[in-house]
C-alpha cells in the first residue's frame, strides 16, 4: 500500500475510534438517565422530585451553595488580589496551595474538616461553649463547600489582575482619583468578569459536592441532607427513578450554568 | 512548461476567491503574484502548493496533472509569510529536517546543511533557536530550510511582510541573486510594487480572483490591459473628463472617457524649463510633499488635479506658483475599450525618463 | 492597608488549608507508628490502595491518549464541520457539571446489571457494574476533560503553518505530530496527566456508587476513608488519608512545576 494510503487507513481508524470513545463515554450516559428518569411518564417524574425531602434537599443544596459562594467571592477577591499585586515571603507557597483543594480527595477534605471541627476538638468544644454546634449541622456543609471551591475565583481573577493595564490606574491618580476611588472606578469593574465566572463556577461544584460534605453534614434528611447525598441515598434503596428525577433537576441547573458561563467568555473574547 | 495551470476555481462558501485562473511558466522564472490583499494570490500559490484543493481546474508540473498529489509528494519549497520555523529545533535542525524526512544519510544532511548555512550567510548561526534570531535572519532560516531538499519549485507568500523597511531591500537583492544562482523556477507573492518590480521576470497582477495580466513589469507598466492594472502600477490620477486637457480633445469622441495619468507622464516647471512650450497649459501648484528624493507636486490644471515628481535638481517650487504643465500621454478607457493617447500637440516622440 | 490583607489572607490559608492537612498527620499518629501502619497495612487497605493505583494507572493512560488526539480533531480536523466542533466542544465540558454520584448513577443505569447492555454481559460473565471495569469507566467519565482542556488552548496558539511547513517538506501525520507538534504541547499534556492523577487518585462519591464498596472486591483508598469514617475507626481512616493527603501534596508540587515549565516552553 503506498504511503499516502496507509496513512488514510489509519487516520480513519482512529478518528472513528475516538469519537466512538466521546459519545459513548459522555453523551450516551448523559442521555441515558435523562431517558430514565422519565421512564415511568412525565407524572411519575414529577412525583418523585415533589417527594418533600426530594425538593427540601434541592433547595437546601441551592441555599448552602449560594452562601459557600459568597464567601468565596469574599474571601477569593482578596486573596487574589493579594497574590498577585503583593510581593512579600511566601507568597509562591500560597500560590501553590490554592490548588489544594484540586488535589486532594474530597472525602480526605471532609474527614480532615471533621477531625478539626468534631465536638471532641478545640474549635469544636469552643463553638459549643457558645452554643452552637458545627458539626453535623449547616455550618459543616458550608465549610466543607468553601474548602472544595476554594481555588475557582481566585484562578479566574488573577489573569485578569495580570493582564491590568498600569497605565490605567496612573490615569485615574493623575487625574486625582484617590487609591479607593481608583479601586472602585478602575481596577474592580475589570476583576468583575473573573468574579462572576469563577463564582457561577464555584457555585455549580457546590451544588455537586458529595465526598466532603457526606462525612461532615450529619445527612438529617430536610435538615442537613444535601442533593447528592439524597441521591445516593435513593441508590442505597434501591429507588433508581427517584434518584434519576432530582438528578436530572441537579444536572440541569448544572448545565445551564456551565452553558451560561462559556457564553459570557465567548463573548469576552469577541468583544 | 513547468508549470502550467488551466481553469483554476476555488471557492470559500460564498465567496468565489479564485476565478478561472490560467497561467503557464518556464522553467527558471522568477514570477510575481501581485495584487491587493484578499484577491487571491495567496490562494493560487496554496493550490499550487497543495495545501488547498482547488474546486476545479487542473494543476500541472511537466505536463503532469498534480491536482491528486499530496503537498508532501510535490517536491515544492515553501516559504511562509511569518516563516512557520520549527520553534523547538536549532537552525540547523529546521534546515535538515526536510533531508531527516526523505531519510538521506546522516554526513550527507550534514554538507547539505554546511552548504546551505554558508549560501544564506548564516555561518556562526547554526546552532541558535529561532527566538534567538533577527527577523532578516528568521526568514533566511525558512529559505535554506525550503532549499534543502533540492525542490524543482519555490514558492514564497509575502515573504517580506513581516521584515523591517530597511532589511527588506537588502533582502530582495540578495533573494534575486540567490534564485538567479541555483536557477530554481520560482513563484512568490507580495502586495508590494516595486518588489515585484524589482524582483521579478515577469509579473502577474491578480483582481479580486481574475488574472488581469501577465508580463514583464515594463510591459505591464506601458501597455496596462486593464483599467485595473493600469491604476495599480504607479500613482496614477483619474480624470474624469481628459478632453479638458490641452493635447486631449480628441477625445471628445468617444463621450464617457475617462483618463489614467501616471505622474511619471506629466512634466512640469517654469516656461524656460520647456521645449514645446506651444504644447503645455498654465496651471497653479496646490501642495509639495519631500521625499526624500525628490518632491511630490500636487497641481491644479483648470478644475483637473494632477500629482508629478520634480527633481532635486531643478528650481524650487511653492505652493500657489504658476506653472506649465505638459501631460504626455494618458490611458483612456470607457466601458468597451481602452488604449494610451499621446499628446496630440506634441510634434515629436518625447523621450520620457522614468 | 496591604499588611492587614497580607496578614488577613496568610490567616485563611492556615486555617482554611493549613490546619486541615496538619490535623490529619497528628490524627494518624493518635496510636503511634503501631498506629499508623496498623491502619495501612491490614488487608483492607493494601486492597483498597491497589485497586486505587490500578484505576489511575488505566484511566490516566487511556485519557491521556484519547484526550490528545480528541483535543487535535477540535482544533485541527478538517473533517469535523465548524457547528459540530463547537457542539463537541461544549460538551467536553459536561462531566465537570456533573456531580459524581450522578455520574455514579448514569453509569449504574446505563450497564447495570438491570439494564439491558448490562444484563446481555452479565450473562456472558462480564460483569461492569459493581466490578472494576464499572469503576474504570465512571473515573474516565469524570477525568474526561482534563487533558483535553490543557491541551487545546496551546494546539491554537502554535497554529497550523508549522505543520503545512512540515507536510512541504514531506512529512506524513505520525512524523509531523512527532517532530513538530508533540514537543511544543508536551508539558500541557504532562500538566493534563497530573491533574488527571490527582482527581482519579481522589474520586470518591462515583466509584462509591459503581462499586457498591464491596469489602476486599470494590473498594478503593478513598472509598475505604468513608468506610472507616462510618465505622468510627477514626485513626485507621487517618492512616489511609494521610497517605492520599501526601500523594496530594507530592501531585500539587508536580503540577505547580508542570505549570512553570509549560509556560516557559
Known amino acids: 500500500m503506498s504511503s499516502k494510503l496507509k496513512n488514510r487507513w489509519w487516520g480513519w481508524g482512529f478518528r472513528s475510534a475516538v469519537m466512538l470513545y466521546f459519545i459513548i463515554l459522555i453523551v450516551l450516559p448523559i442521555l441515558g438517565i435523562y431517558g430514565q428518569s422519565l421512564s415511568d411518564g412525565w407524572k411519575a417524574f414529577m412525583d418523585n422530585i415533589r417527594e418533600p425531602l426530594a425538593w427540601k434537599s434541592v433547595q437546601l443544596t441551592v441555599w448552602m451553595a449560594l452562601i459557600a459562594t459568597a464567601v468565596n467571592i469574599a474571601i477569593g477577591t482578596m486573596a487574589g488580589w493579594v497574590l498577585i499585586r503583593y510581593r512579600f515571603p511566601g507568597r509562591s507557597l500560597l500560590n501553590s496551595m490554592v490548588d489544594l483543594p484540586f488535589a486532594l480527595p474530597t472525602a480526605v477534605a471532609g474527614l480532615m474538616i471533621l477531625l478539626l471541627l468534631g465536638p471532641q476538638s478545640p474549635i469544636g468544644r469552643w463553638a459549643e461553649h457558645f452554643g452552637f454546634s458545627i458539626l453535623f449541622h449547616r455550618p459543616a456543609i458550608i465549610i466543607a463547600m468553601v474548602f472544595v471551591t476554594f481555588p475557582f475565583v481566585i484562578r479566574a481573577i488573577q489573569p485578569l489582575l495580570e493582564e491590568l493595564d498600569p497605565a490605567e490606574e496612573e490615569a485615574a491618580y493623575t487625574m486625582g482619583a484617590s487609591r479607593f476611588k481608583t479601586f472602585f472606578r478602575v481596577i474592580f469593574p475589570n476583576m468583575l468578569p473573573g468574579i462572576a465566572s469563577g463564582a457561577m463556577l464555584a457555585f455549580s461544584r457546590a451544588l455537586a459536592e458529595f465526598g466532603a460534605v457526606v462525612l461532615v453534614a450529619g445527612n438529617i434528611p430536610g435538615r442537613t441532607l444535601i442533593a447528592s447525598v439524597y441521591i445516593f441515598g435513593e441508590i442505597e434503596s434501591d429507588n433508581a427513578a427517584g434518584a434519576a428525577a432530582v438528578s436530572v433537576i441537579l444536572l440541569t441547573l448544572s448545565f445551564l450554568i456551565l452553558w451560561f458561563v462559556n457564553h459570557l467568555q465567548s463573548r469576552r473574547r469577541t468583544a | ?354 | 492597608m496591604r499588611r492587614l490583607w497580607i496578614g488577613l489572607t496568610f490567616l485563611v490559608f492556615a486555617l482554611l488549608l493549613g490546619a486541615p492537612v496538619v490535623r490529619i498527620a497528628m490524627g494518624a499518629w493518635n496510636d503511634g507508628w503501631s498506629g499508623f501502619a496498623g491502619g495501612l497495612t491490614r488487608p483492607e487497605a493494601v486492597h483498597a490502595l491497589a485497586m486505587t493505583g490500578l484505576i489511575v494507572v488505566a484511566v490516566t493512560v487511556i485519557n491521556t491518549v484519547f484526550g490528545v488526539m480528541l483535543a487535535m480533531y477540535l482544533v485541527r480536523a478538517a473533517w469535523l464541520g465548524p457547528r459540530l466542533k463547537k457542539l463537541l466542544n461544549s460538551i467536553v465540558d459536561l462531566p465537570f457539571a456533573v456531580s459524581p454520584v450522578i455520574g455514579g448513577l448514569m453509569i449504574v443505569l446505563l450497564l447495570g446489571p438491570d439494564s439491558a447492555i448490562g444484563g446481555l454481559l452479565g450473562a456472558a460473565g462480564i460483569k461492569i457494574v459493581y466490578a472494576l471495569p464499572g469503576m474504570i469507566l465512571a473515573t474516565l467519565f469524570v477525568t474526561f476533560p482534563l487533558v483535553i482542556r490543557e491541551v487545546m488552548p496551546v494546539l491554537q496558539e502554535i497554529g497550523t503553518q508549522q505543520e503545512e511547513a512540515a507536510a512541504m517538506l514531506g512529512a506524513y501525520g505520525w512524523t509531523t505530530f512527532r517532530r513538530v507538534t508533540w514537543p511544543q504541547i508536551r508539558w500541557s499534556v504532562v500538566y493534563g496527566i497530573v491533574l488527571t492523577v490527582a482527581r482519579s487518585l481522589g474520586e470518591f462519591g462515583a466509584v462509591l456508587v459503581v462499586s457498591g464498596n464491596i469489602l476486599f472486591k470494590t473498594q478503593t483508598a478513598t472509598t475505604l476513608v468513608y468506610q472507616d469514617v462510618e465505622n468510627f475507626s477514626l485513626t485507621s481512616a487517618n492512616a489511609v488519608a494521610l497517605v492520599l493527603a501526601a500523594g496530594s501534596v507530592a501531585l500539587l508540587l508536580l503540577m505547580e512545576w508542570a505549570k512553570s515549565r509549560q509556560k516557559h516552553a
Open chain 2, 1 to 354: 512548461m513547468h508549470v502550467e495551470v488551466r481553469g483554476l476555481n476555488k471557492r470559500f462558501g460564498e465567496f468565489h476567491a479564485v476565478k478561472n485562473v490560467g497561467f503557464s511558466i518556464a522553467k527558471g522564472q522568477l514570477i510575481g503574484l501581485l495584487g491587493p490583499s484578499g484577491g487571491g494570490k495567496t490562494s493560487i500559490l496554496r493550490m499550487l502548493a497543495g495545501l488547498e484543493t482547488p474546486d476545479e481546474g487542473d494543476i500541472l508540473f511537466h505536463g503532469k496533472r498534480v491536482n491528486d498529489l499530496p503537498p508532501q509528494e510535490r517536491g515544492i519549497g515553501f516559504v511562509f509569510q511569518n516563516y512557520a520555523l520549527f520553534k523547538h529545533m536549532t537552525v540547523e535542525g529546521n534546515i535538515a529536517f526536510g533531508l531527516e524526512v526523505k531519510k538521506w544519510p546522516k554526513p550527507r544532511i550534514r554538507e547539505r546543511v554546511a552548504e546551505l548555512v554558508e549560501l544564506t550567510g548564516l555561518s556562526g548561526f547554526e546552532k541558535r533557536y529561532p527566538h534567538q534570531l533577527s527577523g532578516g535572519q528568521r526568514q533566511r532560516v525558512a529559505f535554506a530550510r525550503a532549499l534543502a531538499p533540492e525542490p524543482q519549485l519555490l514558492l514564497l507568500d509575502e515573504p517580506f511582510a513581516a521584515i523591517d523597511a530597511k532589511i527588506r531591500q537588502e533582502l530582495r537583492s540578495w533573494l534575486r541573486e540567490m534564485i538567479d544562482r541555483l536557477g530554481i523556477t520560482s513563484i512568490f507573492v507580495t502586495h508590494d510594487q516595486d518588489e515585484a518590480i524589482e524582483v521579478a521576470d515577469e509579473i502577474m497582477i491578480i483582481n479580486q480572483g481574475n488574472l488581469e495580466q501577465k508580463g514583464t513589469p515594463w510591459d505591464i507598466y506601458k501597455n496596462p490591459q486593464t483599467p485595473f492594472v493600469a491604476s495599480f502600477i504607479g500613482e496614477s490620477t483619474i480624470v474624469e473628463d481628459i478632453s479638458s486637457l490641452r493635447g486631449f480633445e480628441d477625445a471628445r469622441a468617444w463621450p464617457g472617457t475617462r483618463g489614467l495619468i501616471r505622474p511619471e507622464y506629466v512634466e512640469i516647471g517654469k516656461p524656460s524649463e520647456f521645449q514645446i512650450l506651444s504644447a503645455t497649459e498654465t496651471g497653479r501648484v496646490k501642495h509639495l510633499q519631500f521625499r526624500g528624493s525628490e518632491w511630490l507636486v500636487e497641481l491644479e490644471v483648470g478644475s483637473t488635479r494632477l500629482v508629478t515628481y520634480r527633481s532635486l535638481e531643478k528650481e524650487v517650487l511653492h505652493p500657489g506658483d504658476e506653472i506649465q504643465v505638459l501631460v504626455h500621454r494618458a490611458y483612456l478607457f470607457n466601458d468597451n475599450d481602452s488604449w494610451i493617447m499621446e499628446n496630440k500637440l506634441k510634434e515629436d516622440r518625447t523621450y520620457v525618463e522614468i
